[in-house]
């Protein structure tokens, strides 16, 4: 089945314990992505990657990192993560280039619900 | 930016009726999906509609690009149908952010 898995979905952690999301795809997407969701604010892009090797920041990239070793992961760290890095984060994938179909459809993983206190 | 309006912003239904949600764009777009997001936070895909018309079972989604604006169609409402309804656009290639908008909240009563 296509889709895109996100680990842990639930997580409670401390001010300052470094953390890292998992994203991985099984549709051999180029282009993943992080979001985050926050009542009021709506989805914001975190950062984002067009292939292997290959990172952007998105709107809202302070106080994480990702890195893209292999094509089909796409890790989002928190270093050091403080309360207002509570949030819903979603990581999305897609085609990077024109193909037939959807070209650039998205597909989200199941979502990791967040608590930094 | 692109700025993407979705109305109604609150929708309340009886099981068994139809509604219509709508998406308006401001600017010319390559990609449309809307979304269901479940109550338990989890965004569904259910339609990439840049153009045009399409359906699956219940649901039923237009997009008229020149006049920039989608609609979103459920039929026969149902209970499990109750979340939010989000539209999401893209002006460029894959790379760039989809742009959401802020979502309807559908509740469908028995």
């Known amino acids: 089945e296509a889709q895109v898995t996100q680990n842990p979905r639930y997580l409670i952690t401390v001010t300052g314990k470094k953390l890292t999301v998992t994203c991985s795809q099984n549709?051999?997407?180029?282009?993943m992505s992080w979001y985050r969701q926050d009542p009021g604010l709506g989805l914001r892009q975190i950062y984002y990657?067009?292939?292997?090797?290959?990172?952007d920041k998105g709107d809202v990239p302070e106080g994480y990192k990702v890195s893209r070793k292999e094509k089909r992961n796409f890790p989002l760290i928190l270093e050091s993560p403080s309360p207002n890095q509570t949030s819903l984060y979603f990581c999305?994938?897609?085609?990077?280039?024109?193909?037939?179909?959807?070209?650039?459809?998205?597909?989200f993983g199941p979502g990791t619900r967040l608590t930094v206190t | 930016g692109i700025q993407v309006e979705q109305s109604p912003p609150d929708l309340i239904l009886q099981e068994g009726a139809n509604s219509t949600l709508r998406c308006n764009f401001s600017?010319?777009?390559?990609?449309l999906q809307w979304f269901h997001q479940n109550p338990w936070g989890q965004l569904i895909n259910l339609f990439y509609?840049?153009?045009g018309t399409k359906q699956n079972g219940r649901l039923s989604a237009t997009t008229v690009a020149t006049e920039r604006y989608s609609l979103l169609y459920i039929s026969s409402s149902q209970t499990t149908d109750s979340g939010v309804y989000f539209c999401?656009?893209?002006?460029?290639?894959?790379?760039?952010?989809?742009?959401f908008g802020k979502g309807t909240t559908l509740s469908v009563s028995s």
């Open positions: 999305a994938s897609s085609l990077a280039f024109r193909t037939s179909g959807n070209p650039y459809e998205q597909y």
């Open positions: 549709m051999n997407h180029e282009y």
């Open positions: 990657s067009m292939n292997v090797e290959v990172t």
């Open positions: 600017d010319s777009v390559n990609n």
């Open positions: 509609i840049p153009s």
């Open positions: 999401a656009v893209a002006a460029n290639q894959a790379g760039t952010a989809l742009i």
